[in-house]
Every structure is written in C-alpha cells, then in structure tokens.
C-alpha cells in the first residue's frame, strides 16, 4: 500500500501515512481486530434471527469509531453466541439526512445502513453507490 507521494520528504510523507496507519492499527478508529478484543459498546438491541442481523437505532448522535469498529468485531467474533448467528450490525439511523452523512463511516467497516423514507425502511449502502476515497472521513 502507498499512503503518500514518494517524493515526499520523509517529515511530510510521514504526516501523510499516519491517519492511514491509525486507520490499519490498534487504535479505536483502526481496522485491525486482535485477539481477545474488548468491547466499549453493547450490540444487544435487536436481533434479527432470520437476517442474521443485530439492529443498533441510533437517534440524533454520531456514531464512534470504536462502535463500529466493536460491531465488526462482533461480527467476526461471533459475539453473540452459537445461538444467535451473526452476519451483519446494521444501524438503522431514523433521520435519512443523518444516515446519509454517516453512510461513508459504516461502509469502511461493512455495516449495514439504514433509515427510514417516505415511512419506508430504506437500505442505503445497497441503494447508494460507495463513497469515492476523496470523500471518507479519516
């Protein structure tokens, strides 16, 4: 992976990588899942047995990194058990302007989005292409 220009000098090539760094690393808004993760958040909200899918509502708040980085890990882990099966978190974001501004966040972790429109529960990461690099918040 390239996080920089490599014509940069090494201080400014440097500042460049590190929010890619924290983004792969240990961190509360990193990607990497270690072993015998602790959890900040609690998933237990609503299951969905036949999706196999947690549901986390979320109104009027913006969600943590570390939330979503303890959903996937829920979702890798199994956190539920062997007897609720888990294939996704979708966090279901009552406000559509607000799901949409937080869209790009649950797509880099690979999370379902959700809100409601014309009183409709709407999917939005399957309904809205994926936001272009440029565009994610680091």
């Not at 406000?95 to 880099?108: K, S, V």
């Amino acid at each position: 992976m390239q996080f920089h220009d490599t014509a940069l000098d090494a201080t400014e090539a440097f500042a460049r990588a590190r929010p890619a760094h924290r983004r792969l690393g240990i961190s509360d808004e990193g990607g990497f899942l270690q072993s015998d993760y602790v959890y900040e958040h609690s998933l237990r909200e609503f299951y969905d047995a036949g999706r196999r899918v947690q549901e986390v509502v979320v109104i009027g708040r913006e969600l943590p990194a570390v939330e979503l980085l303890d959903a996937a890990a829920a979702r890798h882990y199994q956190a539920l058990g062997p007897e609720e099966p888990l294939d996704n978190v979708a966090f279901v974001l009552l406000d559509p302007e607000e799901a949409r501004e937080q869209l790009p966040r649950l797509w880099l972790y690979g999370l379902e989005c959700w809100t409601i429109i014309d009183e409709v529960k709407t999917r939005l990461e399957t309904e809205e292409p994926p936001p272009a690099v440029e565009e994610l918040a680091w």
